[in-house]
């Protein structure tokens, strides 16, 4: 591996760190029923097939996190085909955070688009 290709790992981890739990109460907010985490990943594939890079597990500590924070509920169901299914659903605290949470990205998002324009020579 590259010296560039280590520095643009290591910013994927970092951008990709701050950004998990947005794009999770995202999916989970467009959704009318609760889902389950191989559900979230296969929405979240559907856009891009690259962003999980086969670790959907690292998202499993976020959704308890917010869980946790009371940004989601959840509940346990049992499964035919494996291991019992925890379902998560956004709670409508985590509705108003993740409205909060949008608003600062899209500034965020505007902010940096701006600083990078003025950098491109």
């Known amino acids: 591996m590259s010296d560039t290709e280590v520095h643009v790992k290591k910013f994927q981890k970092e951008l990709s760190a701050g ?3 947005l794009v999770l109460l995202a ?5 009318d029923t609760p889902l389950y985490g191989y559900q ?10 690259s962003v999980l890079g ?4 690292a998202f499993y500590p976020v959704l308890r996190n917010l869980h946790e924070a009371g940004l989601l509920d959840s509940y346990v ?3 035919i085909s494996g291991p019992p ?9 985590g509705r108003t955070v993740f409205a909060e949470w949008k608003q600062t ?4 998002q505007r902010f940096v688009q701006t600083i990078l ?3 491109t020579p």
């Open 19 to 21: 950004t998990v739990a």
């Open 27 to 31: 999916v989970l907010a467009k959704s």
């Open 40 to 49: 979230i990943a296969k929405r979240l594939e559907q856009v891009d097939e």
């Open 54 to 57: 086969g670790k959907q597990s």
């Open 77 to 79: 169901e049992p499964s």
């Open 85 to 93: 299914r925890r379902y998560y659903q956004i709670t409508d605290f």
């Open 105 to 108: 990205w899209h500034g965020t």
């Open 117 to 119: 324009e003025e950098a």
